[in-house]
């Protein structure tokens, strides 16, 4: 995210505010420089927000993102996520000792 000034801001760029102690990332609709305003609309809302966002608000335009990256922090936050987790790391742990354990055997037959 790379801060930005109002003004710059155009319909289609992806915004963070602050909103009642959260930060919201959503998609800008308009921007409504006479009153100082954006309208926004998140990508999974079939209709634009209720209220629009003041230019004091702003955190900042966001540059970049990874798509999926927040299906797998949700999946990971949940507690079969981390049941899921805590197995594949025990798999990693089970797996790197096999391989200590072949390699002791391979070097026993030398």
């Known amino acids: 995210m790379r801060a930005a000034e109002p003004?710059?801001?155009?319909?289609?760029?992806?915004?963070?505010?602050?909103?009642?102690?959260?930060?919201?990332t959503h998609r800008v609709e308009e921007n409504r420089y006479v009153e100082g305003e954006f309208v926004t609309k998140g990508d999974a809302n079939k209709e634009e927000d209720m209220e629009p966002v003041a230019y004091?608000?702003?955190?900042g335009r966001v540059e970049r993102h990874i798509p999926v990256l927040g299906i797998v922090m949700t999946l990971l936050a949940s507690n079969t996520g981390k049941l899921y987790a805590a197995l594949l790391a025990l798999?990693?742990?089970?797996?790197?000792?096999?391989?200590g354990v072949l390699r002791n055997r391979e070097d026993g037959w030398k």
């Open 7 to 24: 003004e710059e801001v155009e319909a289609g760029d992806i915004i963070a505010f602050s909103k009642g102690g959260s930060v919201i």
């Open 56 to 59: 004091g608000s702003l955190i």
């Open 91 to 99: 798999c990693g742990v089970l797996f790197h000792m096999l391989a």
